[in-house]
């Protein structure tokens, strides 16, 4: 044995060798949680994880990321209402992050530097009919052809994009937009026929041997409200005003234009109005701005063009130049009730946005299928009580957005594609969510949002230019920072810094940490501490038995 | 304005241990893989050790700022007591204990003696805890400072004899119930006008740097680690450590503690050089002392059986005359 030192019997030894892990009782476990953004985006996006990307200055793969669930980010960047940022738990620490300016920022990008996506070389022989090409057709057309199937969209108008081109006018969504992004989906070899309506779809799917149908022909036709009107009254509605503007041209509206319903389409008529000349465009509705349907920001966006609003009113009749208004009250159920007062409102036209129906003439001769309040019922999967026909977009009772239409024409793809298959099409179990009460917010740097720049007033009541305009590189990677990536490490390191046993391994770029649990006490530090909420504290098994 | 203040606008960069978007000179060296880990796994501090985490962010950052040519001296406590049973150790630099209260005098002679060997390469750092730095060791501390003796003095504070079970210091604040002082009487817990602040008396001295920091402050930490290193002479930092067993509180709170106790302003954060004030780390989110006491233990008197009003304002106005001793509100703050 060798000598030691005066006193000494014992080797120095390392503490290593004592395995404090045998304290434990709770155990840290990394996990992913769903964030607020992807639980309220009607289209499925992993907005979360394509703004992971962004923030390394990665456009690129953020847009790929994007595209695996929407092929239309530039449009969705203009049109949608991102009901991600208003679910963002950023609003609990000063604004939500802008995901739908970066988004745009994304989209255009990838406009400009001609990013393409492409479709497997092996098809899957499998051929689907797809009718309508607006939002959810388009959708669905794009993911049926990355899955190796074939896909003819018919489409009734000379032209595709369904609403997105009659419906949502120029200065909100551009057609070079809207065009380059179809022109993208049409590019991975989706047949597009033009100007062709399908009169009956069973003779259509059986005629072209399509072993599977996406209807997808929308709500097009404006609904009519009876107003007794007098003989040269101009009336017409909001769907044919915004709709002829991409074609025949716009009809004389007159210098006082008065617009019925209080919906986005309402608002979308009446600007649409006054940037035709109309130097007086008012909204009337029967309920108070509060019970709009229309989103605030196309109300605020009107109020700013000089639009007026007339609230609980209804038209109880038209005449050349005026109109008979009825004040409306609510009642205590807030629905509105007549009061039997009158006044005139001076208008040359009245503009009627009442709400839409779907032309659901070419489903006459399938019985099987379901139609209730004229919309067509599907199940879960998206599809109507025919096999192997699925619907979706506004046809189908759901909230009537491009968001929400694109969500479906994705979901009914990958549901089109198990039926092809002959099997089911399982989404998986979704993580648990990523609540605010679950993040550590101190964290997170003062960073209020950006403001994306908008037209000038003058141009915005004269021209049809884009009103909200777009951020430039820099702010877009400034807004894409302000993520807290809720529920999934963004590798922050502050597990491995506050940790006082030196517990947590680190384990490299894109592989995150482990926990050494050799020397874990469990005091529960680094889940405290994560910023975005990756970590649970789980109790350990019980070690007795 | 601190390193770690300049560093904006991305997630976390200012404000956790690291970033994937920083380079690597930006951020602390708690995020490295490499970091030196003074005090290795295994030690036998409880969870949530608060003096556990500032030795090693304090230590790591030293080694990093000497090239890893640290010596450390440690004071009797529960740093001492946890790291090295006998024949362990869960250092990983060479370190000395000898007794309670000589851990300055220690360093000092191993600076002198380094300085006799020519070895300027060489750094020392002493350690302690409270007990052993305001009270035990202030004698020797005090000549290491008039001496201007080449040592780095570290005091992790956690405001009472935790080793020994407890027991009130010189460190312990007013209201706090410990062993010695229990929560009985008329002013319940340590008394109003007792205790003293080493920092201010460290100032006293007038040494090349003072300056105070806690666990929930790693980035301000070690950029005052970083500046303690680049100086020669005796140099004082005293470090808020939250001890979840002395505290009653639970073990994973011991950041959010000590980040509390600094957003209070009951435990200011400065820095200053030749006894003059030269910077504060200011108060970001302003919480009334009352949720920084409520989460003790040791505090639980001022809650129940009654809610004792008066004593909490106290300690509010303790911390008020921080803030405006210190100017601890940032700039908008102050005058809305």
């Keep these: 044995m060798k000598e030691k ?20 009782t709770e155990r840290p476990r990394y996990v992913d949680r769903m964030p607020p953004c992807n639980q309220a985006c009607p289209a499925g996006e992993n907005i979360q994880q394509w703004l992971f990307h962004a923030e390394s200055g990665d456009y690129e793969s953020a847009w790929r990321q994007l595209m695996r669930d929407n092929p239309l980010p530039a449009v969705m960047g203009r049109v949608c209402y991102h009901p991600c940022e208003t679910a963002c738990n950023r609003v609990q620490v000063d604004n939500a992050v802008g995901i739908n300016s970066i988004e745009r920022f994304l989209g255009d990008e990838a406009i400009r530097r001609g990013w393409t996506v492409e479709a497997p070389s092996e098809t899957s022989g499998k051929r689907v009919l797809v009718i309508g090409s607006g939002p959810a057709g388009l959708s669905a057309a794009y993911h049926l052809r990355l899955l190796g199937h074939e896909v003819t969209i018919r489409e009734a108008q000379d032209r595709p994009g369904g609403m997105m081109r009659y419906g949502i006018p120029r200065y909100r969504l551009p057609r070079e937009v809207l065009d380059a992004e179809i022109d993208r989906i049409m590019a991975l070899g989706v047949t597009l026929e033009l100007g062709t309506k399908v009169e009956d779809v069973l003779t259509a799917q059986a005629e072209g041997g399509f072993d599977a149908v996406f209807l997808a022909v929308g709500a097009g036709i404006g609904k009519r409200a009876y107003i007794p009107a007098g003989d040269s009254a101009r009336v017409l509605d909001a769907v044919s005003l915004l709709g002829s503007m991409e074609g025949e041209g716009p009809p004389l509206l007159g210098r006082r234009v008065a617009v019925y319903g209080g919906g986005n389409t309402a608002m979308d008529a009446a600007r649409t109005a006054r940037r035709l000349g109309a130097t007086d465009a008012v909204v009337v509705y029967r309920r108070t701005r509060d019970r709009m349907p229309a989103h605030d920001i196309e109300v605020e966006e009107a109020l700013e063009e000089g639009v007026r609003m007339k609230w609980l009113s209804t038209i109880k009749h038209a005449d050349e130049g005026r109109l008979t208004i009825e004040r409306m009250e609510l009642d205590e159920t807030g629905f509105p009730q007549p009061t039997g007062e009158f006044e005139e409102l001076q208008a040359d036209s009245v503009v009627l946005a009442l709400g839409q129906d779907s032309d659901l003439s070419l489903l006459r001769d399938v019985p099987e299928l379901a139609v209730d309040h004229g919309m067509v019922q599907v199940a879960d999967g998206l599809m109507t009580g025919r096999q192997g026909i699925f619907a979706g977009g506004d046809m189908v009772p759901a909230e009537r957005t491009v968001t929400v239409a694109v969500g479906h024409g994705k979901k009914a793809a990958r549901h089109i594609d198990a039926y092809l298959r002959g099997a089911t099409y399982d989404p998986g179990a979704k993580h648990a969510p990523a609540t605010f009460d679950l993040l550590n917010p101190w964290y997170y740097s003062d960073a209020p949002a950006s403001v994306r720049p908008r037209l000038e007033l003058a141009r915005r009541v004269s021209t049809f230019d884009e009103v909200v305009q777009g951020l430039d590189e820099s702010t877009a990677l400034f807004e894409a920072r302000r993520c807290m990536s809720c529920g999934n490490c963004f590798e922050c390191d502050n597990c491995y810094g506050v940790c006082p046993d030196n517990a947590i391994r680190k384990l490299g770029p894109g592989k995150g940490f482990d926990i050494d649990l050799d020397y874990c006490k469990g005091c529960g530090l680094c889940a405290a501490e994560c910023p975005c909420g990756a970590i649970e504290m789980v109790p350990e098994e019980d070690s007795g038995a | 304005m601190t390193a770690a203040r300049e560093v904006r606008f991305y997630q976390v960069g200012s404000f956790a241990a690291g970033n994937r978007l920083l380079g690597p000179e930006l951020q602390s060296e708690q995020a490295h893989p490499g970091r030196s880990n003074a005090l290795t796994c295994g030690h036998r501090a409880c969870q949530g050790c608060g003096e556990a985490l500032g030795a090693r962010y304090a230590l790591d950052a030293a080694q990093r700022a000497a090239g890893g040519k640290v010596i450390a001296v440690n004071a009797t406590g529960c740093l001492e007591v946890f ?26 002679g191993v600076a002198a003696a380094l300085r006799a060997k020519g070895r300027t390469d060489v750094r020392v750092v002493g350690q302690g805890g409270d007990g052993g ?36 210091s010189g460190a312990t604040p007013p209201t706090t119930r410990t062993a010695t002082t229990q929560a009985v009487g008329e002013v319940p817990g340590a008394p109003f ?58 073990s994973h709170d011991t950041v959010r503690i000590a980040r509390l106790a600094e957003q209070t302003g009951l435990f200011p954060v400065f820095e200053a050089t030749g006894g003059v004030v030269t910077d504060v780390t200011p108060i970001r989110r302003r919480v009334p002392v009352e949720e920084y006491l409520r989460p003790q233990k040791r505090y639980a008197h001022l809650f129940r059986p009654e809610l004792r009003t008066d004593v909490i304002a106290r300690l509010q106005r303790t911390a008020d005359r921080n803030i405006a001793r210190f100017g601890l509100l940032a700039q908008e703050e102050a005058s809305s």
């Design chain 2, 83 to 108: 790291s090295t049973p006998y024949p362990e150790t869960s250092w990983q630099l060479p370190w000395l204990h000898s007794l309670f209260g000589n851990a300055p005098a220690v360093a000092a």
């Design chain 2, 193 to 250: 006008g007792q205790g003293k602040s080493l920092p201010l008396i460290a100032m006293a001295h007038e040494i090349p740097y003072v300056a105070t920091a806690t666990v929930a402050g790693l980035r301000d930490l070690e950029a005052k680690v970083h500046r303690a290193m680049g100086m020669r002479g005796a140099r004082y930092l005293h470090v808020l450590v939250p001890c979840p067993l002395g505290w009653g509180t639970a």
């Design chain 2, 133 to 168: 730095t305001v009270d035990i060791g202030l004698g020797c501390l005090s000549g290491m400072f008039e001496r201007n003796d080449d040592v780095l003095y570290v005091c992790y504070d956690n405001e009472a004899y935790m080793n020994t079970g407890v027991q009130r």
């Design chain 1, 5 to 24: 030192p005066f006193a000494i019997t014992l080797d120095v030894g390392s503490s290593l060798a004592n395995r404090t892990g045998a304290w434990r």
